[in-house]
């Protein structure tokens, strides 16, 4: 079959009795506009659909859906630093008419072209229509948060094991950078749920009944990533507080450490400086065993202080 | 086409189909009740929008609306300080009835003028009647609160930076002054949010139907804002937390620094103090090479010292 | 018109078309009681209206309401100290029927009595019938609140100004002590509002339709006081970290000013004592110029780490 | 009139127009089924009864209500210290059917006597049959909160004056057991206000609607017991952070006092040091005023460090 | 009678008016979906059930009933370090169909053979049908979280002890532990509450009515643990704060009686220093008990500082 030109899609496939999939990688506002006139799309969503840093959502109009969903992925790194991005994210935005089904693509997101192939396999699925194409980007989508989360909580344990290390180790940046990067996450995921659940629940037009067992299955999984998050999240700020209050501790204990060392040497500096004073009758300094008697006495104090010290968890 | 009184234009619009737009800067008691008896306001109205400080808030008389919107504004600043005001709120206030629509400005608040160019380019809107007013108020409202939020986030972005710098920055009066004003912010944002959905979403006789998507289009605006200072005050909080820990640290090092480097010195002073001593029999002072032996000492012992604590992290 | 006896009140306003307003402070259980019977109030709200320390509700009766309000004042003072009382509150009950008010004050509260004047001039609402005095009275108590809250506000202020001054000042005290007089002020606040939401929201018998619109403005005040409490306290919180952020930084700083001063210090002596001690053959005691020699090597060694100290940021 | 004996007492109530009320402190669980059996009480109710440790609820059976209060006892103390027990918690039990009510006492609990003495005096409200019992139950244990939450506050007022008070006192234990002790005293009271609301605004069978009012008074009560629990947690919060903030503070100042005495000390030491060194050519120790010039240079420094140190609030 | 293999279960169950019970272990996928197709599961159930990790939830299908939980396990252990697992965690799926019955298990978890017998001897439960068992079910998980969350409480109270005791220990890796195990724990708990009620309250066709109040008792069980962790959760962060505010005090005693001690020491150190110059002309050197007297004078100054530092609560 000859490729189709946009412009006679529609037309073709309801004739044909199927549907037109259309879709765009951060097209223009005039592209998209024109594509809007022909498929009648409100204008408030076109607009909302070529500015991307938009929330998830989901808006009804009289005989179609518009779905914006946010998109992540997980940034490999060699090493978690204070800068790192962890979490790219990007957007993908989706009219759905009774005959058509709009996808628009905002930032690198790769696998929305594994889609097609996937879909196509699935064929008892797409033949519930333009909805099947909204599940599987939905379903697609919270698959990745699925994995993204599923790599920050790695992150996440590596930093746990880092702080609990005995070894002395700068981890606030990294904590904030994780905090913040799931911050983005949460902002992706969140605002799904409600979305995806009126489209479980909600009679809603160009959704068949057939498909609403589906998109609850994606709302679980959505569920299910925003609680691993917020546990996420929680821990992140527990490890914080374990990892600071091990540090200053361990900080607390160098310098008591330290003084008590140098509050021990003072004592030898103390005693000698007593017979270095040039005083002409000190009877002491003419005896024959002075000098040892003395070095004896600050070794016994050193000693003393020493092991009175080390009962006191001093050094 | 001659200018209308004021007195006249209700009638003069009504005649001619049309509606009547009163723009008021801070007016009166007097001058507002005037104009209250004219259009039928309620006087408890009246006196909530001659004063200012009031919270954003929507209520339903008879058959008029009285919003209240808090605006915003960036104020553009050299170098964010401790005392630097960054977000400037003013207000608005919206009568709006059958056939005309009354809007009083308090505090400074560039652009409702150009609001009106902007509404006569787009005819079809304005033929919605005066609600299209109220929607092009609360739309530039949103939209300046979108600007001051941008704005923000680049002044914690850059406080972000300087938070993790090597420097040694003292950001906490500017941590604390921006979370100060996001509060402000907040306080505009946050209380809107159920106005514009009541607008959105319940039959209001003043509101024709075609409007409550653009009504929900603003609302949508709003939340993104919302969601927007929500997580800029998290943000800080969590900088806040890492900018004091990485402080606390550092400091700590610094001391730790300090006093093992003090401690080191104490060796060379203890030793020295021993020789000095005027004890008559101390055999060490008369030998040879006496002096050099114990320089070599105190060299050693500092220097092994300084190696133990290099290990230790404490130097 | 001669004063009607209180016992012979409710049937001469009766005839009249009138309502009778009883105004009692700090009643004992049987002056009430005796009332209570006369216009049938509930026992269990006669004994509520007996004892203070109510918390602020409505309550229901067949054809009476029950409403206990709590005053608050702002007790002027020289000084703000840890100690001071800010915040002093009483109590206001009122009960409600078809044809009497009887309003109970507990605590000092003036105004109420400045409350009637400023009714009987309003000769309008006062023909509403007796919910025009409840009105009366929970718009003086929430006026109260708007005063309160703004001396708060001063004070907030006026603390924020003193921690982040360069000065060494106490301020957690203070801070505590406003804290805690909000808390005092929230609990009068906070539980108002949703009665003063069923006074304007629900069909209630003894309050006229017209009276809604004046309970809707009261609720509205109270919501803008208790955001204002809300933010205070908020503040003060932000307020406190950054107290003590500031304060603990200058601490250290300090300690390390010290630290590295007594560290500098401790370089000549370590010197000096090498010269000190009383070995034959020490070839620089007898040059010529080892003194003066020696005291230059000390000052080098002095300046050069009063210089690195100062660019580690350590003086 | 002879003791009837339980068996016969459902019956023998019932045939005079009566009510049966047993009261049992702690059955085992065969006495307890014995007794349910005769009731009909429902076996998961039995269950519940018998063992402690229940929640606060109300469940509704077919015929019959069962409601668990947890009940407290304020542990009267020499003196607030880490350990020791404040608040003493038991459980009563209450089956409330038609005919009978019966009430199940665990641990300690005084005063469940003293309320048939004082129910009997109320012969009125004894009248409106077996769930009269029940508010009285409910009214006691509530009335006995109240009294421990006063209790409590004294003992928090406390620890606030020792907290501020100039005196270093250890605080924390204390704190921490009063906190836990409210954890305590908020399970006992928070779940119970749930089963009085619906006691008070629910249509049930074996509740007259006359004792409605009653339950909401009960009610009314336990939310302000549970408001000022909150408020003294909030407050003890409050007052570890003050504590904890003032502490470390004085901690520090001291630190601060007795580095920068040591490092005045310090000055003698070194500038001592310096002449004690034993180069032959050194003028100064040959001039007749040379020992006295350097005690006056001494003590000139050591006073100006003390007066720069103490205008630095160093000292 | 002789085994029935599972393929004719289902039809001789029916025949003989009983029902299927399947309990499977860690099912492979193709396992579960032949048995999901004999029994009609909806393949969507099948794909949850086969792997692990879901969160607790109920779904309703046409005609049949899926439920996750989440089972858990207290691991005993010699002592709680800041690595040992404490809480471990399984998952049961249910499918409750109208003749059938199926358990999937995934993870160790003792106990549900343990199930069969024990229902077997309640025979009137078992008549019930299929639901007897998910309330079985649903009944052992909620009795281990019980078992679990009371072990783990005793986990806290010795964690307690050891924080308020008088010796220094660290507690900090092992208050984040359990902290840690809490969340899995409440991860378990919380969200089983929700299906639990609607279990107990909603008409539900393969739920019979009498079974409800069985699933009532079970969310009981459940809310009363729920509230368990969360105070267990309140408690270990209050420990956290104690512990930490008790071990930063202790820490900062012992720097400032190291310090006092030390600025003791200072002083001997700085008077023998000054009669250690070798000035010509100091007459105290020449005196008769010049020497005794300046010991006489350090003691004197040591002691005067160390009863000032005693009174002053340095040492």
Chains 1, 2, 3, 4, 5 share one sequence.
């Not at 589906?214 to 609680?227: E, G, K, T």
Request: contains cysteine; aromatic residues 8%; hydrophobic residues 45%.
């Amino acid at each position: 079959q000859a490729p189709v030109p946009p412009e006679d899609a529609l037309r073709t496939a309801v004739a044909q009795g199927g549907f037109v999939w259309l879709g765009l990688y951060e097209p223009t506002e005039t592209e998209l506009a024109a594509i809007g006139n022909r498929y009648g799309l409100h204008p408030l969503a076109v607009e909302d659909a070529v500015y991307a840093h938009q929330r998830p959502k989901l808006e009804q109009y009289d005989d179609a859906l518009f779905m914006v969903l946010k998109t992540a992925t997980y940034v490999a790194h060699e090493e978690l630093t204070a800068t790192s991005e962890v979490v790219d994210t990007g957007e993908v935005m989706v009219f759905l008419g009774a005959n058509y089904v709009i996808t628009v693509r905002h930032g690198e997101h790769s696998g929305l072209a594994g889609l097609r192939v996937r879909l196509e396999e699935q064929r008892e699925l797409l033949c519930l229509g333009p909805a099947s194409v909204l599940y599987a980007v939905a379903d697609l989508v919270v698959d990745t948060f699925v994995e993204v989360a599923g790599a920050v909580t790695d992150d996440v344990d590596e930093l746990e094991a880092s702080v609990f290390s005995p070894e002395r180790t700068d981890d606030i940046g990294r904590l904030y950078q994780l905090k913040r990067e799931l911050m983005g996450l949460r902002k992706a995921v969140g605002p799904l749920e409600l979305p995806l659940q009126k489209l479980a629940e909600r009679q809603i037009d160009v959704v068949p009944d057939a498909m609403r067992s589906y998109f609850r299955d994606v709302q679980d999984h959505a569920i299910r990533v925003r609680d691993q998050v917020g546990g996420l999240d929680e821990l992140l700020s527990s490890i914080l507080q374990a990892s600071l209050a091990r540090t200053t501790l361990a900080d607390n204990e160098d310098m008591r450490k330290i003084s008590a060392y140098a509050g021990i040497i003072a004592v030898p500096t103390a005693i000698a400086g007593i017979y270095g004073m040039n005083f002409e009758f000190m009877p002491e300094l003419e005896w024959r065993y002075g000098y040892p008697v003395v070095l004896l006495v600050i070794a016994t104090i050193v000693l003393l202080l020493y092991r009175g010290f080390k009962r006191n968890g001093w050094l």
